[in-house]
């Protein structure tokens, strides 16, 4: 069932989030699914004697609440109903806890990107979400729109991209969309002017063709129209690329997920890619 049942939405009253809200809204209106939005404040860490305030947490959570009022009232506006939840702690852990005690399927978070380091590293809240829950995460750009016509997957034949496929395919069958799929091998000039190198350059694209085989595969088994891409250079540059000339809608990416050093880094490819697309990206978990 590509279709998401509970959605969780990260709110934090930036024009990515309220970009994010709307968006999860029309996936709702489409899909008949529901919404909790989620407004996560710091904890206090100071001496509440010498402050002399009694009751610090409604301190605390009052630009909390204000933010889940500006939420349900945009959500008004979409003509949806949402549930909130104000958290305090760490905004990813919290994200990531929530997102499993209410058993949603799927987490949306909007993405800045205005600036080059904001695009190189994608948010730290956003990567550390990635990488420590296993529910799939749409990150969506602060002006990206959400269409399922047009889907571009990333895959370079792991067992994580594999899950990924899965989902693309079963998002491209049941919304009657085109899946392409590319597979990036990375040369240089050597490979192709070295007598010496050209072999093994042509035997990366061969196992690039091997990976896009089974794309092929699985998608005729399903009659998912499908077109298939080999390209070369760094990864997240020809992934990004290839997306802005055939105009993807949804980028869909795999995620290795809850080993330490995936945690703590989330994949550099993953990263970059989320950073600069121009479209939503959409990541699986195993």
């Avoid at 889940?68 to 949402?82: C, P, T």
């Avoid at 919290?94 to 380091?117: M, P, Q, S, W, Y």
Wanted: glycine share 10%; aromatic share 6%; proline share 3%.
């Amino acid at each position: 069932m590509a279709k998401y049942r509970k959605i969780l939405v990260a709110y934090d009253g930036s024009p990515s989030a309220q970009n994010a809200l709307s968006l999860a809204s029309q996936l709702a209106r489409e899909d008949k699914s529901w919404i909790k939005v989620l407004a996560v404040v710091p904890p206090y860490q100071g001496d509440l004697e010498l402050i002399g305030i009694s009751d610090i947490k409604e301190t605390i959570a009052g630009p909390g609440q204000e933010l889940l009022d500006e939420a349900r009232q945009l959500a008004d506006r979409e003509g949806v109903h949402i549930l909130t939840n104000l958290e305090q702690g760490e905004p990813y852990e919290r994200i990531v806890h929530v997102a499993e005690e209410e058993d949603c399927d799927l987490i949306i978070v909007g993405h800045r990107g205005k600036g080059k380091v904001e695009r190189g590293l994608m948010g730290s809240v956003t990567a550390q979400v990635i990488g420590y829950t296993g529910k799939d995460v749409l990150v969506i750009p602060e002006n990206g729109k959400l269409s399922w016509e047009n889907i571009l997957l990333a895959t370079d034949g792991s067992t994580c991209c594999d899950n990924a496929l899965a989902r693309a395919l079963e998002i491209a069958q049941e919304r009657k969309a085109k899946l392409n799929a590319v597979s990036v091998v990375y040369t240089n000039d050597e490979f192709y002017t070295n007598d010496e190198f050209y072999p093994l350059g042509q035997e990366v694209v061969q196992e690039a063709d091997k990976v896009l085989d089974k794309v092929r595969k699985w998608a005729g088994d399903l009659g998912v129209q499908t077109e298939l891409f080999v390209r070369d250079g760094k990864p997240h540059q020809a992934i990004t690329t290839l997306a802005g000339e055939i105009s993807a809608s949804l980028v869909v990416m795999g995620s290795h997920g809850r080993k330490r050093l995936t945690r703590l880094l989330m994949g550099s490819v993953t990263a970059r890619v989320i950073g600069y697309a121009g479209c939503p990206v959409l990541v699986c978990h195993l």
